[in-house]
């Protein structure tokens, strides 16, 4: 157990609403990261944290933000969810040691934008 | 830019039965860490292992098996004697030693193991 929790773990909501979905670890990890799984494309890579107010894009940035204030929580925002947003999204931390470190998934938010 | 394809999307077998889902990779990169994850029903991401480029020892742990080939650019994975509790969708994913250090995945096979 990697110490990772996501809120809400579901949630439904309309196209054009503002959605943000909250990542939180008890470790101190430093880095963080969020994905979405979608049918045939297995996860994909949306943005990553390296550390209180660094971020970075993913394969998949368009139409999301994210936010790190603290270093237990990552989060992330739809300004303006699209039927195309609807998906599983996973949190990850890394951890381990070594170069890279193992990335450990959250348990996931299932979204649906109607 | 890096890739992994699971070219089997579904697999189904008879429990007892081995069965090995195929994993291909794509990379310029002479460094870099391959991992299986495994997905059951629940919906978790369960990490299962990881293998570093420079180590092409491969690996058992219980019923499980790993083949690391860099000449083909596989990391297959080998389940023996399969159980229904294997039934999950398993992927494969490559992560480069850079910035982020990312992962790409695949696009995951469904094995269902059968009773």
């Known amino acids: 157990d990697a110490g990772i929790t996501q809120s809400p773990r579901h949630k439904v909501t309309e196209t054009g609403t503002p959605v943000t979905l909250r990542c939180h670890q008890t470790?101190?990890?430093?880095?963080m990261y969020w994905y979405r799984q979608d049918p045939g494309h297995g996860l994909r890579l949306i943005h990553y944290?390296?550390?209180?107010?660094?971020?970075d894009k993913g394969e998949v940035s368009d139409g999301y933000s994210v936010s790190r204030s603290k270093t237990e929580d990552f989060l992330l925002t739809l300004e303006s969810a699209t039927s195309s947003q609807t998906s599983v999204y996973f949190c990850?931390?890394?951890?381990?040691?070594?170069?890279?470190?193992?990335?450990?998934f959250g348990p996931g938010t299932r979204l649906l934008v109607l | 830019a890096q890739k992994v394809t699971q070219a089997q999307t579904e697999i189904s077998v008879v429990e007892k039965e081995d069965v090995t889902l195929d994993c291909v990779y794509e990379?310029?990169?002479?460094?870099?860490?391959l991992f299986w994850y495994k997905q059951p029903p629940s919906g978790e991401l369960v990490f299962l292992i990881r293998?570093?480029?420079?180590?092409?020892q491969n690996e058992i742990s219980g019923r499980y098996s790993w083949n690391f080939q860099k000449s083909t650019s596989s990391f297959n994975f080998t389940i023996t004697a399969s159980q229904v509790v294997d039934s999950a969708v398993y992927f494969c994913?490559?992560?480069?030693?850079?910035?982020?250090?990312?992962?790409?995945f695949g696009g995951g096979t469904r094995l269902m193991v059968k009773p």
């Open positions: 990850a931390i890394s951890a381990g040691g070594g170069l890279p470190e193992t990335q450990y």
């Open positions: 470790e101190n990890h430093r880095y």
């Open positions: 994913a490559l992560s480069l030693n850079n910035a982020g250090n990312m992962l790409t």
């Open positions: 293998r570093n480029s420079f180590d092409e």
């Open positions: 990379t310029r990169d002479t460094t870099y860490y």
């Open positions: 944290s390296y550390g209180v107010k660094d971020t």
